[in-house]
């Protein structure tokens, strides 16, 4: 059983183009959730998406960022005209059903987009 | 809003010795859960050991507990007979219907 899978593992970008990040959830699972990390730092929540729909998004910078879970296809993190400050590791966590004790999250190996 | 605060950004434990990790959180609710996650080098988030804030009893995982004190809103995480594999940094974390919310973590040096 594979666990959640991010690609890529590494992403570079000038300033000014676009990062898409992709997350696929275990299988199973259908709440996904994107976290960032900047160095030295805890996680930080972006935004939480079930299946096609956007439930919380609170942690997102309204500029900028998006996310989507379609029906079909992984969850994809997409950042237009990247500046320095995004660089950080973004982190994908997806969860069975609503997230709680007793539907743990399971993380990613995430990636870490540097921005040159 | 939850907020979670780790107050030692570093610590260090011989090898086999024991070694506790700090934290401590502000919730108003009543029924929550904990979460104590390890970091490695690699970058993968493990979940380490959890606990529900309405069991008394403490949470246990081999060489890992905890110890929760809700009235003092803490839950320290205790690593016995530490390994060199446990180097690592190690997050706490909070939730109750809400997404997790993460301290700033310590980063545990393990020396042989």
């Known amino acids: 059983n594979a666990g959640v899978m991010q690609n890529p593992r590494h992403l570079v970008r000038r300033r000014g183009q676009e990062a898409r990040l992709r997350c696929s959830p275990m299988?199973?699972?259908?709440?996904v959730y994107w976290y960032r990390q900047l160095p030295e730092e805890g996680l930080k929540f972006m935004v939480y998406?079930?299946?096609?729909?956007?439930?919380?998004e609170s942690g997102m910078p309204k500029e900028r960022f998006s996310a989507e879970f379609p029906k079909e296809g992984p969850s994809i993190l997409r950042i237009q005209q990247v500046v320095r400050g995004d660089s950080a590791a973004y982190f994908c966590?997806?969860?069975?059903?609503?997230?709680?004790?007793?539907?743990?999250?399971?993380f990613g190996n995430g990636t870490r987009l540097t921005v040159t | 809003a939850q907020t979670v605060t780790q107050s030692q950004p570093e610590m260090s434990v011989q090898e086999a010795e024991t070694v506790t990790l700090s934290c401590t959180y502000d919730?108003?609710?009543?029924?929550?859960?904990l979460f104590w996650y390890k970091q490695p080098p690699s970058r993968q988030m493990i979940l380490v050991i959890r606990?529900?804030?309405?069991?008394?009893q403490n949470a246990t995982e081999n060489r890992f507990s905890v110890n929760f004190q809700k009235a003092a809103k803490s839950f320290s995480l205790k690593i016995s007979d530490s390994q060199l594999g446990d180097a690592a940094m190690y997050f706490c974390?909070?939730?109750?219907?809400?997404?997790?919310?993460f301290g700033k973590g310590t980063r545990l040096s393990v020396i042989a």
């Open positions: 998406l079930q299946k096609e729909n956007i439930i919380d």
């Open positions: 299988k199973g699972h259908s709440h």
């Open positions: 919730t108003s609710e009543s029924d929550y859960y």
């Open positions: 606990q529900e804030a309405y069991k008394q």
């Open positions: 974390a909070s939730l109750r219907n809400t997404p997790l919310v």
């Open positions: 966590a997806s969860s069975q059903d609503r997230t709680g004790g007793n539907s743990p999250l399971h």
